[in-house]
């Protein structure tokens, strides 16, 4: 790993270590209702950043920050998965029934985090070199899955806040990101937008 990688995961674990530490440091002001909202919230913050890549390179394509971007976003990928696995952990341990657990499991608020659980799971194991090699046109095909475990995440965040009205703020966000992509895509190439 080279140094300024190194780095990068440093700065992208420093949020996780801050809740990590108020949850165990002053778990009576900081419980599981922060700690499962802020992992939730990095999650869902760097998936927007991993999606949001594709479009900015597209449109600024001699920017040399989006060749950084490109050469970064499977990092940023892993990152949220990550955060997604320690929101997930949290609910676990918070649940410690698995009665309970397979029990909400059925409703779609929960129902949701799962399936997009369960679609990051091999999407971020498959997030190397060697997958890419082994996989070959595979690996893009299974990758674009991204995007429907995108929906469903969103989808979750405005089904179990208290206040969804930041979940929709969000959810067009993620909207924009879409529709910036599928267009600067099929734009001719001489017409993209150039920094």
């Known amino acids: 790993m080279t140094r300024g990688r190194l780095l990068l995961w440093l700065a992208l674990a420093l949020p996780g270590l801050w809740f990590g530490w108020q949850w165990i440091a002053t778990p009576e002001s900081y419980g599981f209702g922060h700690a499962i909202k802020d992992s ?34 499977r990092d940023f990928g892993v990152a949220s998965f990550a955060y997604a696995a320690i929101h997930t952990a949290i609910y676990l341990v918070d649940k410690a029934s698995l009665t309970v657990i397979l029990d909400q499991a059925t409703g779609w608020d929960l129902l949701t985090g799962w399936l997009a659980l369960a679609i990051f799971l091999p999407l971020a194991i498959t997030s190397n070199d060697q997958s890419m090699r082994a996989m070959k046109r595979g690996w893009k095909r299974l990758h674009r899955l991204v995007h429907p475990a995108a929906v469903l995440v969103f989808a979750h965040w405005a089904l179990t806040a208290f206040d969804p009205v930041t979940a929709y703020i969000h959810i067009g966000i993620l909207a924009a990101i879409e529709i910036a992509g599928w267009t600067l895509k099929r734009r001719p190439s001489g017409s993209r937008i150039t920094a």
């Open 40 to 73: 939730g919230d990095w999650a869902a913050w760097l998936l927007l950043l991993t999606l949001a890549v594709t479009p900015l390179r597209l449109a600024f394509r001699r920017a040399r920050w989006t060749l950084w971007l490109m050469k970064r976003r």
